[in-house]
């Protein structure tokens, strides 16, 4: 009975965001200038049903001394596809993606709809292009999340921090909040090169443990880092610190 119960909710689940995906494309089709001031707050309640229907359990623990800044730029490891979903159903935030996202099976338009900038990792001028958009995004009043591995490097952290995050708080003057990831079932969650998103929804799903812990911490002030260097450095030996404490 009880795995009867079980099975009937993930099929609730499933038309729950069968048919809110539906809705979303159907809007995104509508001019972007349409969209901007409520879709992003629609996409933010799609991906909590998208979580929900993976049985992703998102647990939010928040060890900031102090209340998050009103605007900030939001940092995180990057060990699975699932953040892309995972940080904006927990934080109102417009994030950075790889450009191959945007080419994603629905979900690709529905995250550049709802306002998601994307970067060409291996090409400069995509890069120095994303930096300008995150500036200005954060000029007009939005908070922004990005990835400052600069991509997926395993459930490991990567052996340095890359300067986009740091360069856009020191040029605007906006705090990095920092937020640690830790997935219980990390070979489950972690993106394996040459996955597809379906394989890795689907190893998401059959996952032994789906909960998905997420670490607030104290945001970084960019008055105190004299440069980016210091910032990134700083920044990832905040991050291995954590990770020593979550994943050993």
């Given at each position: 009975?009880?795995?009867?119960?079980?099975?009937?909710?993930?099929?609730?689940?499933?038309?729950?965001?069968?048919?809110?995906?539906?809705?979303?494309?159907?809007?995104?089709?509508?001019?972007?200038?349409?969209?901007?001031?409520?879709?992003?707050?629609?996409?933010?309640?799609?991906?909590?049903?998208?979580?929900?229907?993976?049985r992703v359990q998102l647990r939010l623990h928040q060890h900031q001394?102090?209340?998050?800044?009103?605007?900030?730029?939001?940092?995180?490891?990057?060990?699975?596809?699932?953040?892309?979903?995972?940080?904006?159903?927990?934080?109102?935030?417009?994030?950075?993606?790889?450009?191959?996202?945007?080419?994603?099976?629905?979900?690709?338009?529905?995250?550049?709809?709802?306002?998601?900038?994307?970067?060409?990792?291996?090409?400069?001028?995509?890069?120095?292009?994303?930096?300008?958009?995150?500036?200005?995004?954060?000029?007009?009043?939005?908070?922004?999340?990005?990835?400052?591995?600069?991509?997926?490097?395993?459930?490991?952290?990567?052996?340095?921090?890359?300067?986009?995050?740091?360069?856009?708080?020191?040029?605007?003057?906006?705090?990095?909040?920092?937020?640690?990831?830790?997935?219980?079932?990390?070979?489950?969650?972690?993106?394996?090169?040459?996955?597809?998103?379906?394989?890795?929804?689907?190893?998401?799903?059959?996952?032994?443990?789906?909960?998905?812990?997420?670490?607030?911490?104290?945001?970084?002030?960019?008055?105190?880092?004299?440069?980016?260097?210091?910032?990134?450095?700083?920044?990832?030996?905040?991050?291995v610190a954590w990770q020593q404490r979550y994943l050993q």
């Amino acid at each position: 009975m009880l795995w009867l119960a079980a099975r009937l909710r993930d099929l609730v689940a499933w038309l729950d965001l069968a048919l809110f995906t539906l809705l979303m494309l159907v809007l995104s089709w509508l001019p972007l200038h349409w969209l901007s001031g409520w879709y992003p707050r629609l996409f933010r309640s799609w991906c909590r049903v998208f979580a929900r229907a993976l049985r992703v359990q998102l647990r939010l623990h928040q060890h900031q001394t102090r209340r998050l800044p009103p605007r900030y730029i939001l940092i995180a490891n990057h060990p699975s596809a699932f953040e892309d979903i995972g940080i904006p159903a927990l934080f109102p935030v417009t994030s950075l993606a790889k450009a191959e996202v945007r080419r994603w099976w629905l979900v690709g338009r529905i995250a550049a709809a709802a306002g998601t900038l994307f970067v060409t990792r291996e090409n400069k001028d995509s890069r120095q292009a994303a930096q300008g958009a995150l500036i200005a995004a954060v000029h007009a009043g939005h908070n922004v999340a990005l990835y400052p591995e600069g991509g997926c490097k395993g459930r490991r952290l990567w052996e340095k921090f890359l300067y986009g995050a740091f360069t856009v708080s020191l040029e605007t003057g906006i705090p990095i909040v920092p937020v640690f990831l830790h997935y219980e079932a990390q070979e489950a969650f972690e993106w394996a090169d040459g996955e597809t998103l379906l394989q890795k929804m689907w190893h998401i799903l059959t996952a032994p443990n789906h909960v998905a812990n997420y670490h607030v911490f104290d945001a970084f002030d960019p008055g105190q880092f004299a440069g980016r260097d210091h910032y990134a450095a700083h920044a990832h030996a905040c991050f291995v610190a954590w990770q020593q404490r979550y994943l050993q």
